[in-house]
């Protein structure tokens, strides 16, 4: 279900996805204003955004699902960006202050346990801010866009799947009314698109940005040990009564 990162980049590199990208972190940074001395992590493909917060914040990281592959942040530093397991993140038990998931919920084959290892990592009061695709939205209904892979949500089930993860939504957002079209006339007049869209709160809003607090109150369970099968030895066999009592009447014995 993930799409290759290099395919991602390429969408980016693009007029359209430029528009997109800028659009959307107008909506993150209207989310988050200030991350200083925060430990800030993006999940998926967040690297197009996580800018806005590396050079304020105490540490930013780029996570990148082993299905979608991984590539180089930023490209003339050191190394910030890393391959994962989403389902195992390498970090301990409330490392970060601030997760961000971008391009990663409507990708992965299980939303919840993704989300469950969010909780675990971040600290107590943590915040996690998701972008997603929106199911009624034009985004969500071209391929052409990496926004029209994977699973889109309507506000009502991205709100059901945040609670019954432990998380409490704060705070909710729209971008990108802006039909996905490439052509450079009609990107033209996306920042209108984007302003009469926002003015009206029309439905038809390309993604859902939600920001969602660690409910701290609530126990992760204990994970599942896997089952591991290990061989038994055959049982010898227990003589019968019959034959005990042959052996005990038996004079040569």
Not at 142 to 170: A, K
Not at 230 to 235: F, G, H, N, R, S
Request: one cysteine or more; a positive charge.
């Amino acid at each position: 279900m993930s799409i290759d990162v290099v395919d991602l980049r390429n969408f980016y590199g693009q007029r359209l996805g430029v528009v997109a990208r800028r659009f959307v972190s107008r909506a993150i940074r209207t989310q988050w204003r200030d991350t200083a001395g925060q430990r800030v992590v993006g999940i998926g493909y967040a690297t197009p955004y996580l800018g806005l917060f590396r050079e304020e914040a105490e540490r930013c990281l780029a996570f990148m699902p082993a299905a979608q592959g991984v590539l180089k942040w930023p490209t003339t530093r050191p190394a910030l960006s890393a391959l994962v397991d989403e389902n195992e993140l390498p970090l301990t038990d409330a490392a970060v202050d601030r997760v961000l998931l971008v391009h990663a919920l409507e990708m992965t084959n299980d939303p919840a346990a993704l989300l469950r290892e969010v909780w675990r990592v971040l600290a107590s009061g943590g915040r996690l801010l998701v972008v997603v695709p929106n199911r009624r939205g034009l985004w969500a209904r071209m391929d052409t866009t990496p926004f029209g892979h994977g699973r889109p949500y309507s506000r009502p089930q991205i709100n059901q799947l945040l609670r019954e993860t432990w998380f409490t939504p704060t705070g909710w957002d729209e971008a990108l009314y802006v039909p996905p079209i490439g052509r450079g006339w009609f990107l033209r007049s996306a920042g209108a698109w984007e302003r009469t869209g926002a003015t009206l709160s029309a439905p038809f809003a390309g993604v859902h940005l939600v920001e969602a607090v660690k409910q701290v109150y609530r126990a992760i369970p204990a994970r599942r040990a896997k089952r591991r099968l290990v061989p038994a030895l055959e049982p010898a066999l227990a003589p019968s009564p019959g034959a005990t009592a042959r052996t005990n009447l038996d004079p040569s014995s």
